[in-house]
């Protein structure tokens, strides 16, 4: 099972009127794979990361998702198929309680057609947004409005609002970043915890190489807009080219 | 020809007014990014004083010299006045408010000073041609026009010329300039935007009530007649792209004309034609045709 | 979708509320009164249209595209096909502007903010100037309606206003079934954050697609009943961009709070215009304005968020 590609990226091409965020980007992605993904900034992990979940178009190059080419796909459709991602900023919805967001969520991704129709406040979907909510250890701030709450809380609900519909493959855009450092490795030792339950593969991007090397399988190191190195976490992190362009030192 | 020559000359006509109206609106929108229906009182305004202004100089039998002084005068004195009171009081509140709410305060103001109107100068319609009758008519092209009707066209050059000059070349212009494009960074570079804002106003004001005042001997000044030009106006300031100075004049040329053209060919479409323009500009080129650059935020 | 609607307090209210004011026609009030909820009432069915957007902070400011359009279909089809009957008259005007509604959809739904509004003055304002000038529409004059039958029997003022009653409470049950659904939570949920509606799976242009064909409907049916008991349709009354203005006005005058306030508030707004004319005719303007700028600085959540605070004192109160 470990070894079936589920994502492949081949030659990603995308450049905004000059400037170039990716070059000949190849990756692939095996299911239950956990990949960090790093880089310094304006690097090109956020327009990875876009291109793959529909959000930006690849100039040129091909994505496929379980075999099927979906370069170019609309986000919505991209969640659908169960390619899912959260965000570097977290993209919640501020005036909503933290269980409305999830059961925004949830409702979404259970129901379609005339079933939206349908009163939210549904016992069974209730009941699925408490067990995630107890998954993420949020459940105490179940009703408070997302907008008075804590940086790292928003994130993990925009994770979990990610998650919701069980996805095959799950982006992480720096799921840690903003949170205090006390909170990164509970958050992630949550998430990963999560996520390894449902065999999804997980990529991150993420700056805090402690996080990256106690957490992947795999790092991708970009600079640039290219791939310079692509190798467990060990090889990676002693990697010549890394140390200069990613850790800086 | 003659035909062509007729719509050219009075949509020039139309357009000239146009555009010193619009011209005040679309600066508004690009620096203080409020729509200010209020526009339309400032018009009216200034076609009522400069109206009364006119009339006081018949009535007392005083030098015909006086009306374009008494024009340009009435023009500032509301521009100044009403700006002043309508930014102090109303618009500082509101800013970094909903731009729908801002949009609708500006209407109740604009509907408030439209019976103050009532009140101040009564219902009946006032006729202030003397001006008008003071420069006569000649022939161009065949066509019998007013000479006042033409200087409209020589006045909106005028101030087409003044406002490239201002934004372009004085330290002044630079400024507004700075905070049309990036409000953010200008706050940040220590630029007093609310000072920029209140001049800003009034010079918008202003331009709107010498649009008033200028048109008022050529036309019946009475109570309501401000109604249209603001939507109008608006449809100029959407076609040309909101907040764009080049928008301004281009929509002004591009309503202007087609407004003649209409009237001319096909009167009932009068209406008609220019919204319909308005809404495939807006369909084709959401930002209007020559939107300003917008900074790219990340 | 309906299942359990009766047990929802707003709907509970709102057709209390209904009751207690057909009761109180049949009985007590004389006529003008009469008219004047009437004429609340039917208006109010585009107040709610707009409360929709406004929940989505669409702002439209030419909504009268619909009311009008509304209006002028149920004009039309007396004068063409004879229809008086008070039900055709509602469905064909619901219908009129839903499709309307539905074409200019594809093109406004992709539009926010202050362009979305300007779009929809464009688009209001070219109605505006064919009805203005269409002789055969009756240019500025407009044209007279007849009174209104049911089944093939006249229709007494009194029986009017119950069937209005009627359509109000099926609209306003309708829509709050719709608030409460999935698709409801989408309106508040896009105007908090439209990238993460998309993440989530659902296009946000149809979610305002579909919410806009509804205020179009609910404005269109407006419309069709003020013509209706109008007798009477007009491009500067019914179509103007001041019509428009003053559609937002209520809207913002009732608040957003429930399916109740746009109905509260255009009642409140049609006697505030009785009394005006009366007492003050020249001021009716400023009234207008003067209410506006009040409710912006000093009442942001309109009638009802008032209504709301009395209540709640009163509740309050109560435990203590
Ligand atoms: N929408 C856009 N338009 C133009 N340029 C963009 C856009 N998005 C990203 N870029 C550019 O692409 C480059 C890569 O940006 P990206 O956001 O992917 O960096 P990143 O690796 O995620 O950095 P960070 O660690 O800061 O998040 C940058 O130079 C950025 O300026
Ligand atoms: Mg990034």
């Known amino acids: 099972m470990l070894n079936d590609t589920v994502l492949k990226a081949s030659d990603l091409n995308k450049s905004f009127s000059g400037i170039v965020a990716a070059k000949d980007i190849n990756v692939s992605i095996n299911q239950g794979e956990i990949v960090g993904i790093i880089g310094a900034n304006g690097a090109g992990k956020t327009v990875f990361v876009n291109m793959i979940t529909g959000y930006l178009k690849p100039t040129s190059g091909k994505i496929e998702f379980l075999g099927e080419d979906i370069t170019g796909i609309e986000p919505r459709n991209a969640t659908h198929i169960g390619l899912c991602r959260s965000f570097q900023i977290s993209q919640v919805f501020m005036t909503m309680s933290v269980k409305q967001n999830l059961m925004i969520a949830m409702s979404l991704s259970k129901k379609s057609g005339k079933a939206l129709l349908d009163p939210i406040a549904d016992e069974e979907i209730s009941k699925e947004c408490d067990k995630i909510l107890e998954l993420y250890k949020i459940m105490d701030q179940s009703n408070n409005i997302v907008s008075t709450l804590s940086q790292g809380i928003r994130k993990l609900l925009d994770i979990a609002m990610a998650v919701v519909g069980n996805p095959k493959v799950i982006l992480l855009d720096e799921p840690t970043s903003g949170v205090s450092v006390e909170e990164k490795f509970g958050i992630m030792d949550i998430v990963i915890a999560a996520l390894k339950q449902t065999e999804t593969s997980v990529l991150f991007v993420e700056h805090d190489m402690e996080i990256v090397e106690r957490y992947v399988d795999r790092v991708i190191a970009f600079y640039q807009g290219e791939i310079i190195c692509d190798a467990p976490p060990k090889v990676a992190l002693s990697d010549k080219k890394v140390i200069e362009y990613v850790l800086g030192h | 020809m003659q035909f062509w020559a007729t719509v050219l000359l009075d949509g020039l006509t139309y357009a000239s007014y146009l555009f010193i109206v619009s011209l005040g609106l679309t600066i508004i929108f690009g620096v203080m990014k409020i729509l200010n229906v209020a526009h339309g009182s400032f018009y009216a305004w200034g076609a009522y004083t400069a109206a009364f202004a006119i009339g006081f100089i018949t009535d007392n039998e005083l030098s015909e010299a006086l009306f374009l002084p008494a024009i340009l005068i009435s023009a500032i004195l509301v521009g100044v006045v009403l700006g002043y009171v309508i930014e102090r009081f109303i618009l500082r509140k509101m800013y970094n408010q909903d731009i729908h709410l801002i949009v609708l305060a500006t209407f109740g103001v604009f509907l408030i000073f439209e019976d103050l109107i009532i009140i101040t100068f009564g219902v009946d319609p006032y006729l202030p041609y003397q001006p008008a009758m003071m420069l006569g008519w000649v022939d161009i092209v065949g066509l019998n026009r007013g000479v006042y009707q033409l200087t409209l066209i020589l006045l909106a050059s005028i101030v087409a010329f003044a406002c490239w000059y201002g934004l372009t070349k004085t330290k002044w212009g630079k400024l507004l300039q700075s905070v049309i494009y990036d409000r953010e960074i200008s706050v940040a570079m220590g630029i007093d935007v609310t000072k920029v804002y209140v001049v800003t106003f009034i010079g918008g004001a202003i331009l709107g009530a010498l649009g008033g005042a200028y048109v008022a001997p050529t036309t019946s000044v009475s109570p309501g007649f401000a109604i249209d030009l603001v939507v109008l106006s608006f449809a100029v300031v959407v076609i040309g792209g909101m907040g764009s100075i080049p928008g301004a004049l281009i929509g002004s040329l591009i309503v202007g004309i087609l407004r003649a053209f209409a009237v001319h060919q096909a009167p009932i479409l009068e209406l008609f034609v220019v919204f319909a323009v308005m809404a495939i500009v807006l369909i084709i080129r959401p930002e209007g045709l020559f939107a300003p650059p917008k900074p790219r935020k990340i | ?320």
């Open chain 3, 1 to 320: 979708m309906f299942t359990g609607i009766f047990k929802d307090t707003s709907v509970r209210i709102l057709i209390t509320f209904m009751i207690v004011l057909c009761v109180l026609s049949s009985l007590v009030l004389p006529d003008w009164m009469q008219n004047n909820f009437m004429y609340g009432l039917s208006r109010g069915l585009a107040i709610l249209g707009l409360m929709l957007l406004w929940r989505t902070n669409l702002v439209s400011f030419g909504h009268a595209l619909y009311y009008g359009f509304g209006a002028y279909a149920v004009a039309l089809c007396q004068k063409y096909f004879g229809i008086t009957d008070i039900l055709l008259r509602f469905a064909i005007a619901v219908i009129a502007a839903g499709l309307l509604g539905f074409c200019l959809g594809f093109i406004l739904r992709k539009y926010r903010e202050i362009f979305f509004a300007m779009l929809s003055l464009a688009f209001s304002m070219v109605l505006y100037g064919l009805l203005a000038k269409a002789e055969f529409l009756g240019s500025t004059d407009g044209m007279s309606i007849s009174p209104s039958t049911l089944l093939g029997m006249e229709l007494t003022r009194q029986y009017l206003f119950y069937l209005i009653t009627f359509f109000v409470i099926c609209a306003a049950i309708s829509i709050q079934a719709y608030l409460r659904s999935t698709l409801g939570h989408l309106t508040t949920a896009i105007q908090d954050n439209e990238i993460r509606v998309e993440y989530l799976g659902y296009s946000v242009q149809k979610a305002i697609h579909i919410k806009y064909v509804m205020s179009a409907c609910l404005a269109g049916g407006a419309g069709g009943l003020m013509a209706a008991s109008l007798g009477q349709v007009d491009p500067d009354s019914m179509v103007n961009w001041n019509v428009s203005g003053e559609l937002v006005f209520i809207t913002i005058m009732s608040g957003w709070g429930n399916i109740l306030a746009p109905f509260i508030g255009a009642i409140i707004f049609e006697f505030i215009r009785t009394y005006a004319f009366e007492w003050a005719p020249q001021a009716w303007a400023a009234i207008v304005g003067g209410t506006l700028l009040a409710i912006i600085f000093f009442f942001p959540g309109g009638i009802w968020s008032v209504i709301e605070k009395v209540f709640n004192y009163g509740k309050k109160k109560n435990v203590k």
